[in-house]
């Protein structure tokens, strides 16, 4: 297990908020967050993804089903300590999070940089049939993070090709399923994402189901909303929407 790849479990009160971090992620990448949650009365839970935390090697031999099942076990344990679950993810937890209020009872859902469309500097044009890639992975630069928890720099340092085409599929997946959406949802985007196209949460906004929907734009930051400068406008925002 690499340090902060371990799930968290933060004890609270009886409303409790789901963490999802995202694709190559770490549970610590959320656990600033959780502690702000925590720190009004929510009782949170940050549950870690299949084939994350641990190695490469891992992520190689899961799919977007096991990651999803992993949001189901996390709900589900959640469940067993709270009355009202709300669910938050980041970037693919994000997408994780829209399915999962399909499938269960979620009071509200939040996502944070939710990638419907991969911007074009992440190469996804250049990515090899799903058939040629079960062994391959490209470099990714390390993460240098300052101000923050610092096993958040604890990432794959290699990203498997096989697990791109399983989030391509599951970003799929997500586009047929946002019509039958109807939890109450917060939209968050950085208007500086050069991972997900920030278009990807007007996209949400327009297809999603629900009748009681927002999207919020962050002007200065990037993909990594709950890391960002701008974190604890981020942080404030999810809060306001929970309680509203």
Same mark, same amino acid.
């Given at each position: 297990?690499?340090?902060? #790849?371990?799930?968290? $479990?933060? +004890?609270?009160?009886? *409303?409790?908020?789901?963490?999802? /971090?995202?694709?190559? =992620? @770490?549970?610590?990448e959320?656990?600033?967050l959780?502690?702000?949650?925590?720190?009004?009365?929510?009782?949170?839970?940050?549950?870690?993804?299949?084939?994350?935390?641990?190695?490469?090697?891992?992520?190689?031999?899961?799919?977007?089903?096991?990651?999803?099942?992993?949001?189901?076990? #996390?709900?589900?344990? $959640?469940? +067993?300590?709270?009355k *009202?679950?709300?669910?938050?993810? /980041?970037?693919?937890? =994000? @997408?994780?999070t829209?399915?999962?209020?399909?499938?269960?009872?979620?009071?509200?859902?939040?996502?944070?940089?939710?990638?419907?469309?991969?911007?074009?500097?992440?190469?996804?044009?250049?990515?090899?049939?799903?058939?040629?890639?079960?062994?391959?992975?490209?470099?990714?630069?390390?993460?240098?993070?300052?101000?923050?928890?610092?096993?958040?720099?604890?990432?794959?340092?290699?990203?498997?090709?096989?697990?791109?085409?399983?989030?391509?599929?599951?970003?799929?997946?997500?586009?047929?399923?946002?019509?039958?959406?109807?939890?109450?949802?917060?939209?968050m985007?950085?208007?500086?994402?050069?991972?997900?196209?920030?278009?990807?949460?007007?996209?949400?906004?327009?297809?999603?189901?629900?009748?009681?929907?927002?999207?919020?734009?962050?002007?200065?930051?990037?993909?990594?909303?709950?890391?960002?400068?701008?974190?604890?406008?981020?942080?404030?925002?999810?809060?306001?929407?929970?309680?509203?």
């Amino acid at each position: 297990m690499i340090q902060g #790849g371990e799930s968290f $479990l933060l +004890g609270g009160g009886n *409303k409790g908020v789901l963490l999802i /971090h995202g694709f190559t =992620g @770490l549970p610590a990448e959320l656990f600033l967050l959780g502690q702000f949650l925590n720190r009004e009365g929510y009782s949170v839970l940050c549950h870690r993804l299949a084939g994350h935390g641990t190695s490469e090697r891992d992520l190689m031999r899961t799919t977007k089903d096991d990651w999803f099942n992993s949001a189901l076990d #996390g709900f589900d344990i $959640l469940r +067993g300590l709270c009355k *009202k679950i709300f669910v938050v993810g /980041h970037s693919m937890g =994000g @997408l994780l999070t829209l399915k999962l209020s399909t499938e269960r009872d979620v009071a509200k859902i939040v996502t944070l940089a939710a990638p419907i469309f991969i911007d074009d500097g992440m190469g996804l044009k250049n990515l090899p049939p799903k058939e040629f890639c079960s062994d391959a992975a490209i470099i990714q630069p390390r993460r240098k993070l300052i101000n923050v928890p610092p096993e958040v720099n604890n990432v794959y340092q290699k990203t498997p090709l096989i697990s791109v085409h399983e989030l391509v599929e599951l970003i799929d997946d997500v586009k047929n399923l946002l019509p039958k959406i109807t939890a109450p949802i917060l939209i968050m985007h950085g208007e500086e994402d050069h991972t997900a196209q920030p278009r990807s949460a007007r996209f949400i906004m327009d297809n999603v189901g629900s009748s009681i929907k927002k999207v919020i734009t962050v002007p200065n930051s990037g993909h990594l909303l709950p890391l960002a400068e701008e974190r604890d406008f981020v942080f404030e925002a999810t809060l306001d929407f929970l309680r509203s």
